[in-house]
């Protein structure tokens, strides 16, 4: 364990590369399985730009990529064949003492290829509501368009905040 970090900071960044999803590692790792999809992800992203655990994530990376014989190209030809109807074996998996095969799917493979590649990068992304809605399904927005929301909201948080105590003042 990295110096400066908690046992569940450090336990979030390894369930960080483990899941691939900050909001699912800290649910884990501060076993809060009762919180909201929103309150994880806000929580989460703070998290994640956290100094110590940020340098913590990009240290655990760079060791899994040491031991990884596996290369970046190695894993573009993988999906480019599956995206193109090769049916690659995933896993195998044990249910009541049977093994199945699992395949690669397709949509699988090209998310994936969309991620190594930034072809799914946002330019530029404006979120605005114009009508109250009961939730938000964020589910298919990326970590990083979460936090810049969180951190949006937070801001007007304590702006409102500020402008309530000057008023009461």
């Keep these: 364990m990295r110096r400066g970090l908690t ?4 336990r979030f960044c390894n ?5 691939g999803n900050a909001s699912e590692a800290y649910r884990r790792a501060y076993d809060c399985a009762d919180r909201s999809a ?4 806000v929580n989460s992203c703070k998290l ?5 655990v940020a340098l913590r994530v990009s240290e ?7 031991k990884c014989e596996i ?3 190695e894993i573009v030809r993988l999906c480019a064949d599956v995206i193109r109807g090769k049916e690659v074996a995933d896993f195998v998996e044990e249910r ?7 395949n690669l799917s397709k949509s699988w493979a ?3 290829l969309c991620k190594m590649l930034g072809f799914d990068a946002p330019a530029k992304q404006d979120v605005t509501l114009t009508q109250a809605a009961d939730f938000i399904d964020l589910s298919m927005v990326p970590d990083d368009v979460i936090c810049e929301m969180a951190d949006k909201l937070l801001d007007y948080r304590d702006k409102a905040l500020e402008e309530a105590a000057e008023q009461s003042d």
């Design 60 to 66: 655990l990376q760079a060791r899994q990529r040491d």
């Design 7 to 10: 046992p569940k900071q450090e």
């Design 71 to 73: 290369t970046r190209d």
């Design 110 to 112: 090209v998310e994936r």
């Design 48 to 52: 994640l730009k956290n100094a110590n």
């Design 96 to 102: 009541n003492g049977r093994k199945f095969r699992r």
């Design 15 to 19: 369930l960080y590369l483990e899941t």
């Design 38 to 41: 929103e309150w994880l992800a």
